[in-house]
Structure formats: C-alpha cells, structure tokens
C-alpha cells in the first residue's frame, strides 16, 4: 500500500494535478482526429480507451484513471481524463507503473460518480485500445455493474491493436 506519493524521480514523469480534463480539443488532436476519420473512413465514433488499474486481474482490480479521445466522422475529435477513487488500496506495484497513487485519488470521484459521464463518452461509438478486448473492456463492465449503470458496448466495433499485433505475428 503507497498512502503518500513517491518521488515523481522514482516513478517516471509526474501526474497532472487535475482529476478531471473533459473536451480538450487542441489543434493537435483535430489534426490526427481528421487523418483517422479519414484514413478510416468512419461512420460513426471511434473512441479511444486506456485504463490504469489498481491491477492486472479483471475479476479484482479496479480502476484509477480513464482517458478516452473520441474521434467523430467529422474528424472533429475530443479528449476525457479522469483520475477515480478506486474505494480500496493502490497496491505500490500498481503505482510503480502508472504513478497514480492513494493520495492522488483520494478527493476524486468513484467510478459509480463518473459512470453517467464515462458512459457518455463511449456510447454509439466503435472502441479502440490497447489489449482492449481481454482487459479494458471487461474490467469496463465489471465497474459499471457495480456502479448500477450496465453499459451495453456489444454493438461497438473493436479496434484491439494488441490482438491485431498478434494475428500479423502469426
């Protein structure tokens, strides 16, 4: 259990302090939310999801931040942050690699608080990550079952870079 946050040195780069960043939409993120709606011609969003978890078991762990980037197919493309009070320990393992620790989401809000606005964010929308399919996802639905706010994403089309690397090294 980390209680105080360790030396950003000892971690990697420091946290921003805010919990939450809603609807950012720098130049930058318009300019690649434009080649993606493009290059992949969509038809409808396409929301990015990356998680950072109290762990690496779906069954137990719980998560402490979500950022979502959803592109329209507009190309018009938006970002959400947030950190989530997890209501139980941060195991240091788990702060070893994403820098989030207890006394960073000790003020934030729990998932059951952000789960009206993180499942705005991601509904009519196809889903996009990193080893979405096999983590994000289910963990996902278990915090959002347990929040009282099912989220239905079956009709979502995924974009799971990690299974796609899989199949191309087949």
């Not at 130049?27 to 038809?43: D, N, V």
């Not at 402490?64 to 959400?80: H, N």
Request: net charge negative.
């Amino acid at each position: 259990m980390v209680d105080s946050c360790p030396d950003p040195a000892e971690v990697g780069a420091a946290q921003e302090s805010a919990h939450i960043n809603s609807g950012e939409q720098s130049e930058e993120l318009q300019g690649l939310g434009a080649k993606l709606a493009e290059r992949l011609e969509l038809t409808r969003a396409l929301t990015f999801v990356d998680l950072e978890t109290t762990g690496l078991d779906v069954c137990t762990a719980r998560i402490v931040e979500v950022a979502l980037v959803r592109v329209e197919p507009t190309g018009s493309a938006a970002s959400f942050a947030t950190l989530i009070n997890p209501t139980i320990s941060i195991p240091a393992e788990a702060t070893r690699v994403h820098s989030i620790c207890n006394d960073d989401v000790a003020d934030a809000p729990t998932f059951a608080e952000a789960a009206a606005t993180v499942g705005s964010w991601l509904a009519e929308s196809d889903l996009g990550g990193y080893n979405l399919a096999r983590f994000d996802l289910p963990l996902l639905d278990a915090e959002f079952e347990r929040a009282g706010h099912p989220f239905a994403w079956d009709e979502a089309r995924i974009l799971d870079a990690c299974a796609i690397f899989k199949r191309m090294e087949r």
